[in-house]
Nanobody, 121 residues
Framework: QVQLVESGGGLVQAGGSLRLSCAAS????????MGWYRQPPGKQRELVAT???????NYADSVKGRFTISRDNAKNTTYLQMHSLQPEDTAVYYC???????????????WGQGTQVTVTL
């Protein structure tokens, strides 16, 4: 199994920056891709960014040019650097790990508990 713990959320003014961290533990070797998702108030969870084991990245159009996903395999940590934050970025941000399916987790996906990001005017 894989455990994920996010940190780095908080309250920031529009135009500000935050860096989210996601520390993975447990069966690290089965992790392939990592991702950040977010759930704005009253809305469904949506993709923010993903990064493969080979460091290829993918971003939602709404965050391209402002957010950067990265991973430090030595520290088993994935980051989301967020710049030029806007009120519409307000959401609970979730870290996700996409791993080799196991009998205990046939879908192969693992999720953190989420961290709140609030952007004010």
């Amino acid at each position: 199994q894989v455990q994920l713990v996010e940190s780095g959320g908080g309250l920031v003014q529009a135009g500000g920056s935050l860096r989210l961290s996601c520390a993975a533990s447990g069966s690290i070797s089965i992790i392939r891709n990592m991702g950040w998702y977010r759930q704005p108030p009253g809305k469904q969870r949506e993709l923010v960014a993903t990064i493969t084991s080979g460091a290829s990245t993918n971003y939602a159009d709404s965050v391209k040019g402002r957010f950067t996903i990265s991973r430090d395999n030595a520290k088993n940590t994935t980051y989301l650097q967020m710049h030029s934050l806007q009120p519409e970025d307000t959401a609970v941000y979730y870290c996700a790990a996409f791993a080799i399916p196991t009998r205990a987790r046939p879908t192969g996906d693992y999720w953190g508990q989420g961290t709140q990001v609030t952007v004010t005017l």
